[in-house]
């Protein structure tokens, strides 16, 4: 691998966590900025990732490939595709440089999530510079550090406010033998009751969005079990790009102006009549929202499906608030981790 792609820049790193300590300044953690849209805003020093980058380590017969943090994810992918595999959770990204770190940080998944797990199911091992200037290790046989938390996975959807991700070692799966997208011509309120009733049956989908009009479905797996849902489903057949799109929030939807929330939901919900237009995904677990409705009303409809309601757009509090209890929990693994509170301090809660 050349240089251009290959650079353990953890040294540099570590020295400039060392300096923030040492002068007590907040540092915001960066690599592609493609989720700069989610959280809150963070005050503080630039600390960029992206010159830590490279495969460190990938046996295709393993199934585990090891990446510095700053590795963009389409080296990544075209690593694994190269050799017939993926990442299960099919994480979002385009164009926009996403890395690693930043998947592994924001902690999302994309259509396949429901039926192959999310990203934090897939963190085996990961490096961090933590809050005391240390560069550790954890993962793999050893899976807690001394606190007794699973600091590798707790790293997944913390939004950098833990520490600075350097190295992520992931499971990796062979891609499906055969893949056919479809289309069928069925309302919302029927495709949701349809797609639990499939849910309990061996029908090989791997994912499923309705737009409103149209039940967008991919069959995955080998090219009988595709061929046998086909013929017992119908529909016609969809270019596999819709899902990127989706993925990559490139479809039609996403250009309306008002906010967009994302709703995330049990397994199987059923309609919900929410003020704005709406994209179902996941079967009905994930709602992608367009609307200019507030906040309270918003999340208090997705509390009261069992959910929570999370805003893609830089504001005061875009993600849920914590109950009390779940709330010093959290704190209390910040202080564990980051006890002079300098990593992405906010960025998740006003409190955190």
Same mark, same amino acid.
């Given at each position: 691998?050349?240089?251009?792609?290959?650079?353990?820049?953890?040294? #540099?790193?570590?020295?400039?966590?060392?300096?923030?300590?040492?002068?007590?300044?907040?540092?915001?953690?960066?690599?592609?900025?493609?989720?700069?849209?989610?959280?809150?805003?963070?005050?503080? *020093?630039?600390?960029?990732?992206?010159?830590?980058?490279?495969?460190? &380590?990938? %046996?295709?017969? @393993?199934?585990?490939?090891?990446?510095?943090?700053?590795?963009? /994810?389409?080296?990544?992918? =075209?690593?694994?595709? =190269?050799?017939?595999?993926?990442?299960?959770? @099919?994480?979002?990204?385009? #164009? %926009?440089?996403?890395?690693?770190?930043?998947?592994?940080?924001?902690?999302?998944?994309?259509?396949?999530?429901?039926?192959?797990?999310?990203?934090?199911?897939?963190?085996?091992?990961?490096?961090?510079?933590?809050?005391?200037?240390?560069?550790?290790?954890?993962?793999?046989?050893?899976?807690?550090?001394?606190?007794?938390?699973?600091?590798?996975?707790?790293? =997944?959807?913390?939004?950098?406010?833990?520490?600075?991700?350097? #190295?992520? &070692?992931?499971?990796?799966? $062979?891609?499906?033998?055969?893949?056919?997208?479809?289309?069928?011509?069925?309302?919302?309120?029927?495709? /949701?009751?349809?797609?639990? #009733?499939?849910? *309990?049956?061996?029908? $090989?989908? &791997?994912? =499923?969005?309705?737009?409103?009009?149209?039940?967008?479905?991919?069959? @995955?797996?080998?090219?009988? &079990?595709?061929?046998?849902?086909?013929?017992?489903?119908?529909?016609?057949?969809?270019?596999?790009?819709?899902?990127?799109?989706?993925?990559?929030?490139?479809?039609?939807?996403?250009?309306?102006?008002?906010?967009?929330?994302?709703?995330? /939901?049990?397994?199987?919900?059923?309609? /919900?009549?929410?003020?704005?237009?709406?994209?179902?995904?996941?079967?009905?677990?994930?709602?992608?929202?367009?609307?200019?409705? %507030?906040?309270?009303?918003?999340?208090?409809?997705?509390?009261?499906?069992?959910?929570?309601?999370?805003?893609?757009?830089?504001?005061? *509090?875009?993600?849920?608030?914590?109950?009390?209890?779940?709330?010093?929990?959290?704190?209390?693994?910040?202080?564990?981790? %980051?006890?002079?509170?300098?990593?992405?301090?906010?960025?998740?809660?006003?409190?955190?």
């Amino acid at each position: 691998m050349s240089g251009k792609t290959c650079h353990d820049a953890s040294a #540099e790193l570590l020295q400039q966590v060392e300096k923030a300590l040492h002068e007590r300044i907040a540092l915001r953690i960066q690599g592609g900025n493609s989720k700069a849209h989610l959280g809150r805003v963070v005050p503080g *020093q630039v600390l960029d990732i992206r010159s830590h980058r490279g495969i460190v &380590s990938y %046996d295709p017969t @393993e199934l585990v490939i090891t990446a510095r943090a700053g590795t963009p /994810l389409a080296e990544l992918n =075209a690593a694994l595709d =190269a050799a017939g595999q993926m990442l299960p959770c @099919e994480p979002p990204h385009s #164009e %926009d440089g996403a890395t690693l770190g930043g998947m592994v940080a924001a902690g999302l998944s994309g259509p396949r999530r429901p039926w192959a797990g999310s990203v934090r199911d897939y963190v085996l091992g990961t490096r961090v510079i933590t809050g005391h200037g240390k560069h550790l290790r954890f993962g793999g046989e050893v899976m807690k550090n001394v606190a007794g938390y699973d600091v590798s996975r707790l790293m =997944a959807g913390s939004f950098g406010c833990l520490g600075v991700l350097t #190295e992520v &070692s992931l499971k990796v799966l $062979p891609k499906p033998r055969h893949s056919l997208s479809i289309a069928l011509e069925i309302n919302s309120e029927r495709a /949701l009751l349809k797609l639990a #009733e499939w849910g *309990q049956q061996p029908i $090989p989908i &791997s994912a =499923a969005c309705h737009d409103g009009h149209r039940l967008h479905l991919r069959l @995955e797996g080998g090219e009988g &079990s595709v061929k046998a849902a086909h013929d017992r489903l119908g529909g016609e057949p969809l270019d596999a790009s819709y899902w990127r799109d989706l993925n990559a929030r490139r479809l039609a939807f996403f250009a309306d102006p008002r906010a967009l929330w994302r709703l995330s /939901l049990p397994t199987h919900t059923g309609p /919900l009549n929410l003020p704005g237009a709406q994209l179902i995904d996941w079967a009905g677990a994930q709602r992608w929202l367009k609307s200019d409705a %507030d906040a309270t009303t918003l999340r208090a409809m997705a509390a009261q499906a069992g959910g929570h309601a999370t805003c893609f757009e830089n504001g005061e *509090q875009p993600f849920q608030p914590l109950a009390p209890a779940l709330l010093r929990y959290q704190q209390a693994l910040k202080t564990q981790l %980051d006890p002079q509170g300098i990593f992405n301090p906010g960025r998740l809660y006003a409190e955190i």
